[in-house]
């Protein structure tokens, strides 16, 4: 029992770990529009409809893009990116602003967006089904968009890629399942049972 209880404690934070850095350091997770843009992260989904409706101040926004900003730079060997100008970078300055009840598309996506960071930032204290269900969310709502485009009548061809699921999508799925721990420790107890009755 304190086996079980010691791995599934260790599956779990790296789990959440990992889940954490997927979302923060925005690693590409899917492909869907964003007003005249497209996006790639939960964190992307949410500065955009959040600048365009200007419910919450600039900075707060540009705080959250940064640490994935740093890591963009690194990655394409360039400097440390300019914090100031960092709306224009990822290409938010020139955005329309609109109410958010009218412009929110992608509904399914922006909300289980806003619960990924959210799960993220809480799995820093302790790991909650939030970031699971957020997960599935954005599933939902990708599939859901995927659907709605192949039974459309008179969609254009620009519109046939537009939205897009990558297996990374999957990766932090996992990650935030394995980061609950008490269904680790379900899991593991299941294991164990049917190996021992194999053994039997």
């Not at 224009?88 to 289980?112: C, P, W």
């Amino acid at each position: 029992m304190a086996l079980s209880k010691k791995w599934a404690s260790l599956i779990s934070v790296i789990a959440s770990s990992l889940f954490a850095f997927i979302i923060v350091f925005q690693i590409p997770l899917f492909r869907v529009p964003c007003r005249n843009k497209s996006c790639e992260t939960p964190l992307e989904v949410m500065s955009c409809h959040l600048i365009g409706s200007e419910l919450i101040p600039s900075y707060v926004i540009k705080t959250l893009l940064y640490p994935g900003a740093i890591a963009k730079s690194l990655i394409a060997g360039s400097g440390l990116p300019n914090y100031h100008k960092l709306l224009k970078i990822y290409g938010f300055n020139e955005m329309y602003r609109s109410s958010f009840s009218t412009d929110i598309h992608h509904l399914e996506v922006f909300a289980g967006s806003c619960l990924c960071l959210l799960g993220a930032l809480l799995s820093l204290f302790k790991p909650r089904r939030i970031s699971f269900i957020g997960t599935l969310l954005i599933y939902w709502g990708l599939i859901r968009e995927i659907v709605l485009l192949d039974s459309a009548h008179g969609w254009i061809s620009s519109q046939r890629n537009s939205v897009r699921v990558y297996l990374t999508l999957f990766l932090a799925s996992l990650s935030a399942f394995l980061s609950i721990r008490s269904d680790v420790r379900k899991i593991i107890r299941c294991c164990k049972s049917l190996l021992l009755t194999k053994e039997d």
